[in-house]
């Protein structure tokens, strides 16, 4: 049973570029969540899609967007990339069973901005 | 959302037990209380979860007194790969849904 996938895994782009990270979700997990950890940091919340929506979302601008496909498959977009972008994206799914807390993070995507 | 407060860092031996506190004095009624554990350049793991008393899982136990305003994670007999940092996070899950709150973690150092 495969997790949490993610793709790519390092990315290097430059200032003011778009970016599209990918996220698969670990098998029978349909709630999927997008964090940035910076270094030295603890993971931040960007956002979280279920049903294909956005339902909730922290404290970032309007230049991270995101997407969740049918498969529950998930895309993070960042427009107009800035140096302070540099970090460590996570994705983590959660699954069926509401009784349960847990949830399972990928690998993450290191994404430098330069 | 209820903040939590533990040690920025603590260093231990092989073979140790190690208690990690996490401080939470404003904590809801209905918040858990959640560890996760994270290696460099890997995404956070869950370890175990807690509402009251005492959880145990093969991996670690949580202690939880009854003002629930702090609560250990402990560690039995720690080896070099228990090196990672530690996350205190506490909220409710069941009006957060996937929202995790991370605060800075506590790295923990094994040594041998």
């Known amino acids: 049973d495969a997790g949490v996938t993610q793709s790519p895994t390092h990315l290097i782009k430059t200032r003011g570029q778009q970016v599209t990270l990918r996220c698969s979700p670990k098998?029978?997990?349909?709630?999927v969540s997008w964090y940035q950890q910076a270094l030295g940091q603890g993971p931040q919340f960007i956002f979280q899609?279920?049903?294909?929506?956005?339902?909730q979302r922290g404290n970032f601008p309007d230049r991270f967007s995101g997407h969740q496909f049918p498969n529950y498959s998930s895309e993070l977009n960042v427009n107009a990339l800035l140096l302070g972008d540099s970090a460590l994206y996570l994705c983590?799914?959660?699954?069926?069973?509401?009784?349960?807390?847990?949830?399972?993070f990928g690998p993450g995507t290191r994404l430098t901005v330069t | 959302l209820a903040k939590t407060t533990q040690p920025i860092s603590m260093d231990s031996y092989e073979g140790q037990e190690v208690n990690i506190t996490c401080s939470h004095n404003?904590?809801?009624?209905?918040?858990?209380i959640t560890w996760y554990q994270q290696f460099p350049s890997q995404g956070p793991r869950f370890i175990i979860q807690?509402?009251?008393t005492k959880v145990t899982n093969e991996v670690a136990s949580l202690f939880i007194p009854a003002d629930r305003k702090s609560s250990t994670l402990s560690l039995p007999r720690v080896s070099l790969s228990d090196t990672a940092v530690y996350y205190c996070?506490?909220?409710?899950?069941?009006?957060?849904?996937?929202?995790?709150?991370f605060g800075q973690g506590t790295e923990l150092s094994v040594k041998p």
């Open positions: 098998s029978g997990h349909d709630t």
């Open positions: 404003n904590i809801a009624t209905n918040d858990y």
């Open positions: 899609y279920y049903e294909e929506e956005e339902r």
């Open positions: 996070l506490v909220g409710d899950w069941d009006n957060q849904g996937g929202k995790l709150i």
């Open positions: 807690g509402y009251k």
């Open positions: 983590a799914s959660r699954g069926l069973d509401r009784n349960s807390y847990e949830q399972y």
